[in-house]
């Protein structure tokens, strides 16, 4: 069954299983005791740290690995944040950063500090101008990913580090999605990665903080890891993470080559074979392996489990597939469809025909949730709707249903005419707009439902 959810864990590299059993066997001892199996230990760890910091570029003593990569961004905010205190509490993010970074500024921000989210384009990429000018004399810290981890869209880190060094803030840099491919542009102060990104074990992170960045551990003290990560080390999982961080770099520029151009067949095909297609994300700046792309009048779930009962694993980040039916923020910080959105992010190795056999089955089962769903195939005529704003009741009906319902209801609206949607659900503040832009209809605006708490109102004007 084809894998193609490598954005959220990569399968195990050969090499980490490798290295894992033969840690399990050498370094199971305290590296922090000075007995012969402790010395033993201790060696592997120094020499997974040195070859983890000659991949990163920094020293190796500026590097700690952590319980997983939420714990090391997790711990590279509140540690800048702490020892830059004096500076001010102030944070500038982007608006599409990893939810562990967004978490983060939320503490900030109920403890009485402040965050600036500096807004990304449509391809979800900010500007290095715009993300200087929320840089402040009270900034202690400034947070951007190296790319994002559900469109794959590529960050300007470069330009906006040199920002950050002209204002004397520092830098922390998620690397997770990009480090198995190469290093971060320089010009970083803090740098966090996660292992089974790259195809290492789940439960290995790593931090990295530049020597002469003012950086303060919080919660208790330990001896372990220069004090910046408690606990006893997880060894032979961080062996692993070393020896196969190390083997993917190897295979990254040929490999990266060669999963770059099946991406590009499924960029260029999908909407061909799919009609209502967005694809999403920057079609050149991004990385190799992955795709985002978002289908109208497709509710996100039944699209996960029918694709995973045709033999696909692949991952959404639709409104329709959480709990919180709140859409993905990275989704609405672009402001591109959210409904039917599927992420494909292809492991190394994928086999070319197993591409080929996801274009041939995915149209039929993008057909078959629409049938279900009763969603408009073709937009044909539709009886004359009623003269004057015609408003289409869409409250507590969830995604795709409120755009379903205007498709069917616009074929009969004379050009000039208003339909206002009704919806509770917040999917629909993207995927009513965005039908718009893929229909070349207006859309006029939003307003509150009177009484009807999380109510609003969606109101599009036909253009033809």
């Avoid at 944070?91 to 900030?108: F, G, K, M, T, W």
């Avoid at 520092?170 to 971060?184: F, I, K, M, T």
């Avoid at 039917?340 to 039929?364: H, I, K, Q, W, Y």
Wanted: proline share 8%; with cysteine.
């Amino acid at each position: 069954m084809p894998y193609f959810d490598a954005a959220s864990a990569a399968p195990l590299h050969p090499v980490a299983r490798q290295a894992l059993l033969a840690a399990l066997d050498e370094g199971w001892a305290d590296p922090a005791r000075l007995h012969r199996e402790g010395r033993r230990a201790r060696l592997l760890l120094d020499a997974a740290r040195e070859a983890t910091a000659e991949a990163v570029g920094c020293r190796p003593d500026e590097l700690v690995f952590t319980p997983s990569g939420t714990r090391a961004l997790h711990d590279g905010v509140t540690g800048a944040l702490a020892g830059r205190r004096r500076v001010g509490r102030h944070l500038a993010v982007s608006a599409v950063e990893h939810s562990a970074v967004l978490q983060s500024a939320a503490l900030l921000k109920d403890a009485g500090g402040t965050v600036t989210e500096v807004p990304v384009d449509r391809t979800g990429r900010v500007d290095a101008e715009e993300f200087a000018r929320a840089l402040r004399g009270d900034t202690a810290l400034a947070a951007l990913q190296s790319a994002n981890h559900e469109v794959g869209t590529e960050q300007p880190v470069a330009e906006v580090a040199e920002a950050c060094r002209a204002a004397g803030v520092p830098l922390l840099v998620d690397a997770a999605q990009s480090l198995g491919w190469g290093r971060v542009a320089d010009g970083w102060s803090l740098l966090a990665a996660s292992a089974h990104k790259w195809g290492g074990p789940p439960g290995v992170g790593l931090l990295a903080v530049r020597k002469g960045v003012r950086y303060a551990p919080q919660g208790p003290a330990d001896e372990r890891e220069s004090g910046r990560a408690p606990g006893f080390p997880d060894l032979p999982a961080i062996v692993a993470a070393a020896a196969s961080l190390r083997a993917v770099r190897a295979e990254a520029a040929a490999e990266g080559a060669r999963l770059r151009a099946l991406v590009d067949r499924i960029r260029a095909r999908v909407p061909e074979l799919v009609p209502d297609v967005e694809v999403v994300g920057d079609p050149e700046r991004r990385l190799p392996h992955l795709v985002t792309f978002s289908c109208l009048y497709v509710d996100g779930e039944a699209l996960l489990h029918a694709l995973d009962r045709a033999g696909f694993s692949v991952s959404s980040g639709s409104s329709c597939t959480s709990s919180t039916l709140t859409p993905s923020h990275v989704l609405r910080a672009m402001g591109v469809l959210s409904e039917g959105n599927v992420r494909v992010s292809l492991p190394l190795g994928t086999a070319e025909e197993d591409v080929d056999r996801f274009l041939e089955v995915l149209p039929e089962v993008v057909a078959s949730v629409r049938d279900h769903l009763d969603a408009p195939a073709v937009e044909s005529p539709a009886p004359s709707a009623p003269a004057g704003e015609v408003v289409v009741d869409a409250l507590g009906k969830r995604c795709p249903i409120p755009v379903i319902e205007l498709a069917k209801i616009f074929p009969g609206v004379p050009v000039g005419g208003l339909v206002t949607v009704l919806s509770d659900d917040e999917a629909a503040r993207l995927d009513v707009p965005a039908w718009c832009d893929m229909r070349g209809q207006e859309y006029v605006g939003e307003r509150p439902v009177p009484g009807v708490p999380g109510g609003t109102a969606y109101t599009v004007r036909r253009r033809d």
